[in-house]
């Protein structure tokens, strides 16, 4: 069963850190790019950031930029994302899709999705 799995996901405070891990079983993450969404309440899924592979290329979104760094690791089969300054307004569900190869704008493009995490930032 081809599938990603997401965790990392908790409550934590404004200015916290939170390291998302996105895990992929039955099938390798090696030719696949690797993307990061995230949905709040009442909104729309925003794409958050994107790495390719085979090079590794990385993007971010403007809100996140600076903050959140997206790494993977194909050995283990899992990309991350480490959250820094964490903010109330990245309060979302955030889901790890995979796409071939590149990152795309729409989320369409992306084959397989995880079944989400929840982030709360919030005192």
């Known amino acids: 069963q081809l599938q990603l799995v997401e965790s990392g996901g908790d409550l934590v405070q404004p200015g916290g850190s939170l390291s998302l891990s996105c895990a992929a079983s039955g099938f390798t993450l090696d030719y696949y790019a690797i993307a990061w969404f995230r949905q709040a309440p009442g909104r729309e899924r925003e794409g958050v950031s994107c790495i390719t592979s085979p090079d590794g290329s990385t993007s971010y979104s403007d809100s996140v930029k600076g903050r959140f760094t997206i790494s993977r690791d194909n050995h283990k089969n899992t990309v991350y994302l480490q959250m820094n300054s964490l903010k109330p307004e990245d309060t979302a569900v955030y889901y790890c899709?995979?796409?071939?190869?590149?990152?795309?704008?729409?989320?369409?493009?992306?084959?397989?999705w995880g079944q989400g995490t929840q982030v709360t930032v919030s005192s």
């Open positions: 899709a995979a796409a071939p190869s590149l990152c795309y704008p729409s989320d369409l493009a992306y084959h397989y």
